[in-house]
């Protein structure tokens, strides 16, 4: 796993800030018709190594948020042909204020990056983007 994890640091960092930045100029719609896409499934040690490398480098681009980590992971998994999608969720915090989270799943509806089953079970899904329509 450190291998791994050593690997996909220096790739993650430079893609999270990218997607930070492509966030904040171009918007999601327009950023994600330029990124790849993949139909296939990984090996799940790359995919838990390019998650907890984005989780790092996330730590060190500022503003990268769940969105940004999202879209940086889903980019990283496709060039290593994973696919996977992103879940956008709300729900009300203690003062009632509705608060957005996104985090991103694999083919097998496993969370890859954006928190637990758990905690995300707090989220109510609004929409999968990138997710494969049944046939």
């Not at 790849?36 to 681009?61: E, F, K, N």
């Not at 998994?77 to 991103?104: C, P, Q, T």
């Amino acid at each position: 796993m450190r291998l791994r994890k050593a690997v996909m640091l220096p790739i993650a960092l430079p893609v999270v800030a990218g997607v930070r930045l492509a966030l904040s100029l171009a918007g999601y719609a327009r950023l994600i018709a330029w990124l790849p896409q993949s139909a296939g499934a990984g090996d799940r040690r790359w995919i838990d190594a390019t998650a907890r490398a984005v989780q790092i480098a996330a730590r060190l681009v500022p503003g990268a948020t769940c969105l940004t980590q999202a879209v940086a992971t889903r980019t990283l998994l496709a060039w290593i042909g994973h696919h996977s999608w992103i879940r956008i969720g709300v729900r009300r915090d203690d003062k009632g204020a509705i608060m957005a989270h996104a985090w991103l799943l694999d083919g097998r509806n496993r969370i890859v990056i954006g928190g637990t089953r758990s905690e995300l079970a707090r989220f109510r899904p609004l929409t999968d983007l990138d997710r494969p329509r049944p046939r």
